[in-house]
């Protein structure tokens, strides 16, 4: 579907642990979270589970599955120091989703973790996914501080795209936009920094107005690829408060990128200084702009469990169709 796939290509090593050799070979799942939103990773090198956006949704499913915003499929080739990781991303309804700040800083904290050596120094690597290259950095992986750089975000209606109210395509800049959402009449100022985000300045952001707002944001037909929604309360030059509602996975306790959106929107509108902490329901994280625009983000990481799929679970998983293996 999107590339080969490895099987189980552990090497047991003399100096591995029997813990560790065991979590190498086969571990079906690792799940992390930051700021509460969590991401299932799912390491073709430690299982032979097929990966399609029907075993991304069952896997995501937190009645009958493990729980979570979206999977992070990866490494999709064995990785290599200096080299590019690729991997995919998928939100919990089973969509691709190109870029996740915080998916990225968990997957490079899941390499640490899981092959230690020069993932685990804390020197930079690059990791790679559909919409291209994202550098990433743990700071300190005892605290779980892992740093991402999401690039230089595009304010331009065709890149979203955005279309206009008569559905013909939008041009220019989109910043400080007007957007009808049924009685509201809003300015929203939409960007694409690997994933497409509108962001709603209001002055009271809260889970209700995300959880009402946010979907009708995200489905609008003026979005056709849909957008992540932000619902933002600058608290002072330094501060952001926002509410996220998340493309292809609903309301969020936290999202990396979306906190890059809000910060990038208030910093083109004046509205902030170039570092900012972005304060979410889960967590806060920080924002640096630099002066061509590129962000960088830092903040928390935390793996949560790893873990083996139960036979019927698995069992349904393997029954899906378009399986990639
Ligand atoms: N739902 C999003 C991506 C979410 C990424 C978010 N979880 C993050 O931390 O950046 C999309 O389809 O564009």
């Known amino acids: ?110 390499l640490a973790d899981r092959d230690a050596g020069s993932w685990a120094t804390g020197e930079p690597f690059t990791l790679r996914t559909s919409a291209g290259d994202s550098p990433v950095r743990i700071l300190d992986r005892a605290a779980g501080a892992v740093q991402v750089g999401l690039g230089r975000p595009v304010f331009d209606a065709a890149a979203l795209p955005l279309l206009n109210e008569d559905g013909t395509p939008a041009e220019g800049s989109t910043l400080s936009v007007p957007l009808t959402v049924g009685e509201h009449r809003l300015t929203v100022t939409a960007l694409d920094n690997g994933n497409p985000h509108t962001v709603v300045p209001v002055d009271e952001p809260t889970p209700e107005l995300a959880r009402d707002l946010g979907p009708r944001i995200a489905g609008h037909a003026r979005f056709p690829h849909r957008t992540n929604v932000q619902f933002l309360r600058v608290a002072s030059r330094d501060v952001l408060e926002i509410e996220v509602y998340e493309r292809g996975a609903g309301y969020a306790l936290a999202s990396g990128s979306s906190a890059c959106a809000a910060a990038s929107a208030a910093r083109r509108l004046g509205l902030c200084e170039d570092r900012v902490e972005v304060r979410m329901p889960g967590g806060s994280v920080t924002v640096t702009l630099a002066a061509d625009g590129s962000v960088t983000l830092t903040g928390e990481v935390r793996q949560v469990a790893t873990g083996d799929f139960a036979p019927a679970l698995r069992a349904l998983l393997d029954r899906t169709p378009e399986a990639v293996r």
């Open 1 to 110: 579907m999107y590339g080969a796939v490895p099987g189980r290509t552990a090497r047991p090593g003399a100096a591995l642990s029997p813990a560790t050799y065991l979590r190498r070979v086969m571990t079906d799942f690792f799940k992390y979270q930051a700021l509460g939103n969590d991401y299932v990773v799912i390491d073709p090198r430690s299982t032979d589970l097929p990966v399609t956006p029907e075993t991304v949704r069952r896997v995501c499913d937190r009645h009958f599955g493990i729980g979570a915003d979206g999977v992070v499929h990866g490494p999709l080739t064995d990785p290599r120091p200096g080299v590019p990781v690729p991997l995919a991303l998928f939100n919990s309804d089973g969509s691709v989703c190109g870029r996740s700040g915080n998916g990225l800083r968990m997957f490079a904290l899941h």
